[in-house]
């Protein structure tokens, strides 16, 4: 169980952060999931943990959201004002995307050269192992393991400057 924590709980709450746009309930949400399932797991096989987590957080966000939504729509009492509310967070998160960007590719041009062009040929060329493999004249497993070593070091960047956007996705996809 600590093995499926320690591996998935980033990228968990990054999914859950897509939905619900706030880190500490992405978070929450995350917590609570791993506990169903260590429930759920103590009484039945789970043949893909990472997909049950994966859907069991994407379904507890969507909850969270819904009740997030009839809360402010029964307070304000107005759906326009609603609507704009989430405009005006749309424009913001944007804004937010666009320095988060520029700050990944920063962290990504630090990289040790041979993992940088391995995650430059995979997420931004969209280059299968065995191409990247074939150009740079590497065997697969290498390619494997530098892109493994990028992404790891990417993901504890992102963690600790806590960047939760959209942008980040391929990371952790």
């Not at 893909?48 to 402010?72: F, G």
């Not at 299968?128 to 892109?147: C, P």
Request: with cysteine; charged share 25%; glycine share 2%.
């Amino acid at each position: 169980m600590e093995v499926l924590f320690r591996t998935y709980y980033t990228s968990l709450c990054y999914h859950a952060y897509t939905v619900t746009h706030d880190r500490e309930l992405s978070e929450d949400i995350v917590q609570e999931t791993f506990v169903r399932y260590w429930q759920y797991a103590k009484d039945q096989e789970v043949n893909n943990p990472k997909a049950w987590l994966y859907r069991a957080v994407y379904n507890a966000s969507l909850n969270a959201m819904e009740k997030r939504d009839t809360y402010q729509r029964s307070k304000e009492g107005f759906s326009v004002l609603h609507v704009n509310i989430r405009s005006e967070k749309t424009q913001e998160l944007l804004l937010v995307e666009a320095e988060t960007a520029r700050s990944l590719w920063g962290k990504v041009k630090e990289l040790p050269p041979q993992c940088r062009e391995v995650i430059r040929m995979s997420f931004v060329e969209g280059l299968s192992n065995k191409e990247i493999a074939d150009l740079m004249q590497l065997h697969v497993s290498t390619v494997k393991t530098q892109k493994q070593r990028g992404l790891s070091i990417l993901r504890k960047v992102i963690f600790h400057l806590e960047i939760w956007l959209p942008l980040c996705r391929f990371i952790f996809f």
